[in-house]
């Protein structure tokens, strides 16, 4: 007992109490706190990996967004010259109206059944006309150039034997106008 009171024995039983404290405490302490960083720079770099792909993802949002924007000002144009609803009065009187304007008479019309294709309905109308041959080629022209999508078949021109008051010749024409069928991009789902 008596060399466990010197001052060395002492120092050394201080020193190693110390050293097993300190030993005790880091392992209790700052282990389980490194041990916590790890996990958590872990889920950083998980994290931080996942941001960057989103980052990817909406690098090109603005483009998108106007190219979005683009499509859908080209969809309603695109409405004006294909609408959705059949607006037969309105239509004949588009149609009567540019007879008007080029000089010529329509003699008879008569509608004909519409016929119901995939992505759209064709609304045809036989039309008899009278003019002078530059009034009809008017005529067809307007039809040709007007908002909405129409076509002119099975055209058939004759001389008229009588020149009753410019009218020279006489036309048989069927013109056809379009419609969009929005149950047909229903079924499909907007692709063909």
Known sequence: MERLKTPAAIWLI?????????????????????????????????????????REYVKDYDKII????????LWEETQKYLPQEE????WLSQLTGMAITSGV??????????????????????????GGFHELGTFISFIANSERIMTVDNLQIEKTSGSESGQTVKAKLRIICYIYNPQASATTGGRR
């Open 14 to 54: 201080a020193v190693i109490v110390y050293v097993l404290t300190f030993v005790f405490l880091w392992n209790s302490m700052y282990a389980s706190k490194a041990r916590e960083l790890k996990k958590v720079e872990s889920a950083y770099k998980a994290q931080y990996s996942k941001v960057q792909s989103l």
């Open 105 to 130: 008479k329509i003699t008879s019309f008569k509608p004909q059944n519409p016929n119901i294709k995939e992505l759209y309905v064709e609304y045809p109308i036989s039309m008899d006309v009278a």
């Open 66 to 73: 106007k190219e979005k924007d683009s499509l859908l000002a």
């Open 87 to 90: 607006k037969m009065e309105e």
